[in-house]
C-alpha cells in the first residue's frame, strides 16, 4: 500500500455539501510566505505561533494535533481567528471528529455579526451534527441537525444547499413526507451541481435511500470521451478502483481487475479505474500498453483530486464495491477476493431488472386491454 492507510467512507452527504459548509477551504500548503499576517489569520504573536505549528502538523498528516494547535491559536487570539477556525472545522468534519467539528461551529457562532454569517455557521453545526447522527446512528443528532439546518435556512435563504442536507436528516427521522418537501426546495432552487441534482432527483423517487450510507454523487468524462455520473449507473453494480502507474501492489492487482471486467462483461456491472497519476501521458500510455479497455478516468490532483477526496482514499490500492442502488456496500485496500460479493450483487441486480421488467410489461399489456375494451 502507498500514502498511509485508507479511511472508510462515513457519509457521501456531508462530503457532497462540505465545499459549501468550509467555504472559502484552504490547504496546508497555503501556508502563508511571509510574517505578515493575512486577513483571518492570527496577529497575537503566541497564536501566530501555535497557527504555525498546526499548520506543519497538517502538512505532516496529524489532523488531530493540527486541529488542537488551530483552535489553541484561535483562542490567543482572543476567539477571533477566523482562519484558525474554517482550518480546524475543515480537518474536524474529514477526519471523523464530529464533537470537535461542533465546537469550532459554535465557537465561530459566537463571533458572527452579519445573518449571513450567522446563517453559514448554524450550517456548519448541523452538517458537523448531522456527520455525528449517522456515525453514531443516534436520531438525537438528526433532531438537533434539522434545527440548525432550520435556522440556517431562515437567517440566509441563500444556503439552497442547505435544503438538501435538511432532507437528509428529515429523513433519517424518518419524516418522508417534509424531507421530499426540502429535496423539491433544493431542486426549484439550485441546479449549481447537476451530480447533487440528479442525488436529490433519486431520494425523492426513492426516500429510503436518503437514509442509506450512498456512494459519494460525482460525475466525470472517460479517457474516450463517455459522460459518467454515479446517479447515471443507478441498476448496475458498480467496482471503483484508485490506483496509478507508480503504484507496485497497482500494477501486482490489474490482472485481477482485468479478469474481473472480462468475466462480468454484458451483465449489470461496471468497472471503473480511477487513476491518481499526474503524469498524463504516461498513464494513457500505460492503459493503452496493458489492454486496460473498461472505463478509465485520471484524477489529475492525485491524492487531493475531487472524487479522491469524496471516497477518503489515502491509500491505494483501493476497491470499491457499489451496489446497483448506489449504496456503497465495502472497501478493500489492496487485492482482496471480491469476487464473490460481486457475484451476489450481480445477480440482485439482474433479478431487480428482471422483476421490473416483467410489472412493466403487466403495465403495458393492462394498459392495452384497457384501450381495447374502451373502443369496443
Not at 491559536?73 to 476567539?79: F, Q, R, V
Not at 427521522?173 to 451541481?193: G, M, N, P, V
Not at 450481480?346 to 394498459?367: M, N, P
Amino acid at each position: 500500500m502507498f500514502r498511509g492507510s485508507a479511511r472508510c467512507l462515513k457519509s457521501c452527504i456531508a462530503v457532497a455539501l462540505l465545499s459549501l459548509a468550509t467555504a472559502p477551504v484552504l490547504h496546508a500548503t497555503d501556508a502563508p510566505k511571509s510574517d505578515a499576517p493575512k486577513p483571518g489569520e492570527p496577529t497575537n504573536p503566541k497564536a501566530r505561533k501555535s497557527y504555525a505549528s498546526a499548520i506543519d502538523w497538517e502538512n505532516h498528516r496529524n489532523p488531530i494535533a493540527a486541529i488542537s494547535d488551530y483552535r489553541k491559536a484561535n483562542k490567543l487570539d482572543g476567539g477571533h481567528c477566523t482562519e484558525c477556525l474554517d482550518r480546524a472545522f475543515s480537518l474536524a468534519v474529514a477526519n471523523g471528529q464530529y464533537k470537535d467539528a461542533e465546537d469550532v461551529a459554535r465557537d465561530w457562532l459566537s463571533i458572527s455579526a452579519t445573518n449571513t454569517d450567522k446563517g453559514m455557521n448554524h450550517y456548519r453545526l448541523a452538517v458537523a451534527l448531522q456527520w455525528h447522527g449517522i456515525n453514531e446512528k443516534k436520531d438525537k443528532y438528526f433532531a438537533e441537525s434539522s434545527e440548525e439546518f432550520k435556522t440556517a435556512l431562515e437567517l440566509e435563504p441563500r444556503l439552497v444547499a442547505a435544503h438538501f442536507a435538511y432532507g437528509v436528516s428529515l429523513a433519517h427521522l424518518h419524516q418522508d413526507d417534509a424531507a421530499r418537501a426540502e429535496f423539491t426546495a433544493y431542486l426549484e432552487r439550485s441546479k449549481a451541481d447537476p451530480d447533487l441534482h440528479m442525488r436529490a432527483k433519486r431520494y425523492l423517487e426513492r426516500i429510503e435511500l436518503a437514509r442509506a450510507k450512498m456512494a459519494p454523487p460525482f460525475s466525470f468524462t472517460t479517457l474516450d470521451g463517455k459522460n459518467v455520473s454515479m446517479d447515471g449507473l443507478a441498476g448496475k453494480v458498480v467496482l471503483i478502483d484508485f490506483w496509478a502507474t507508480w503504484c507496485g501492489p497497482c500494477r501486482e492487482a490489474l490482472p485481477h481487475i482485468r479478469n474481473i471486467a472480462k468475466k462480468f462483461d454484458g451483465q449489470p456491472l461496471v468497472v471503473i479505474s480511477i487513476s491518481l497519476d499526474k503524469d498524463e501521458a504516461k498513464w494513457k500510455d500505460f492503459v493503452a500498453k496493458n489492454g486496460m479497455t473498461w472505463m478509465q478516468y485520471r484524477n489529475a490532483g492525485g491524492f487531493d483530486g475531487n472524487i479522491a477526496k469524496q471516497f477518503s482514499v489515502t491509500a491505494i490500492p483501493a476497491t470499491f464495491t457499489i451496489d446497483a442502488d448506489g449504496v456503497l456496500e465495502d472497501q478493500h485496500v489492496g487485492d482482496a477476493d471480491i469476487e464473490g460479493k460481486l457475484k451476489k450483487l450481480v445477480a440482485r441486480a439482474a433479478e431487480v431488472a428482471r422483476q421490473q421488467s416483467a410489472h412493466e410489461s403487466t403495465d403495458k399489456t393492462a394498459g392495452t386491454g384497457k384501450s381495447f375494451s374502451t373502443q369496443n
